[in-house]
């Protein structure tokens, strides 16, 4: 992706993404973002990370656009969150995780100031990173047979990419740890019930409603929306400033810990997690038969201290 020589927006066929479709369309005023990785569900991964935050760092330099639609590729999933083939791929160094988690908190940070008022077109699966996505959008528009969940503390992560700042403020408390802990389906109309979302409509309705917002959004004066958009968002802005720094760094360190990688070696392995066998590992402390060294992890094959063979710690699970 060439850098920008000026604050000025450029031809979206000249910005060479390979994860994200980019497109302008001058009669109506609106920038379309699409995730597309349909393959897999439209996940992100890093690169699509930094070319959404590039689309948006150009639709907002763009005077000519006046409203932005984010969606996914294809009819099964607007986006499922992070990509875990490729978090499974970093490795034991937490510095991967911190980088990429660096791209995904710029992509939200370009998305939210992007200036211009925003629609979230929600065209299935709408999981994890996904839902903070739509959520950060001002309006969101949802197919009636997609859905949107959380899976996090199943999969050995915590949604504090949007979710945990966010969903208190649009559903309340009680709604959003139920959201986020139970990690439950949230069906289109129950999401609409809850103020999760703006709209449900037919599949086959979904692009003439996007299209009808778009058009009464682009009806607006451009400073007046943009600072409206600026009032709106102090809420969000406030409780994320507060909390996804510390965050990102949590999540890091988090992501080489036994929790995380049994969640991802399950979701890869079409399992259910050993919580019963982490509860246990965590009270009685793994050790090594040998040396009698203690707290060893519990992916290791040899003990690091004295470099003998370790019993499976999952053995008995």
Same mark, same amino acid.
């Given at each position: ?39 897999? +569900?439209?996940?992100? !991964?890093? #690169? ?8 948006? &760092?150009?639709? @907002? ?15 099964r999933a607007f986006c499922t969150g ?66 949107i969940r959380h899976v996090g503390p ?14 208190? +403020?649009?559903?309340? !408390?009680? #709604? ?8 439950? &389906?949230?069906? @289109? ?39 409206t958009k600026t009032q709106l968002n ?84």
């Amino acid at each position: 992706m060439p850098e920008p020589a000026a604050p000025l927006p450029s031809d979206p066929a000249l910005l060479d993404f390979e994860r994200v479709r980019y497109a302008k369309d001058a009669a109506s005023g609106v920038a379309t973002v699409t995730i597309d990785r349909p393959e897999v +569900l439209n996940a992100f !991964d890093f #690169r699509t990370l930094r070319e959404m935050a590039r689309a948006f &760092e150009d639709a @907002s330099w763009d005077d000519a656009v006046a409203v932005v639609v984010v969606t996914g590729a294809g009819d099964r999933a607007f986006c499922t969150g992070a990509d875990l083939d490729e978090q499974a791929a970093m490795g034991a160094h937490s510095g991967q995780y911190w980088r990429w988690m660096g791209a995904f908190v710029e992509m939200h940070d370009r998305l939210r100031n992007i200036g211009k008022p925003t629609i979230a077109r929600i065209n299935g699966a709408c999981v994890g990173g996904g839902n903070e996505l739509q959520m950060a959008c001002d309006l969101s528009v949802i197919a009636d047979d997609a859905y949107i969940r959380h899976v996090g503390p199943e999969h050995g992560s915590v949604p504090a990419g949007g979710a945990t700042q966010w969903l208190p +403020l649009m559903v309340g !408390d009680r #709604r959003a740890r139920e959201i986020v802990m139970l990690c439950e &389906e949230i069906t @289109s109309r129950q999401a609409l019930e809850w103020g999760l979302v703006s709209r449900v409509v037919p599949r086959d309705e979904l692009d003439a409603t996007v299209a009808g917002l778009a058009d009464s959004l682009r009806r607006k004066l451009p400073e007046t929306i943009r600072y409206t958009k600026t009032q709106l968002n102090w809420w969000r802005d406030l409780v994320w400033a507060q909390t996804v720094t510390h965050a990102r760094d949590w999540l890091a360190i988090h992501s080489t810990s036994d929790e995380t990688r049994e969640a991802v070696a399950a979701f890869h392995d079409k399992r259910a997690p050993r919580f019963d066998a982490l509860r246990r590992m965590a009270n009685e402390p793994r050790r090594c038969g040998r040396c009698g060294a203690t707290g060893l992890p519990a992916g290791h094959g040899f003990c690091g201290i004295c470099g003998s063979p370790l019993v499976d710690a999952w053995e008995g699970a």
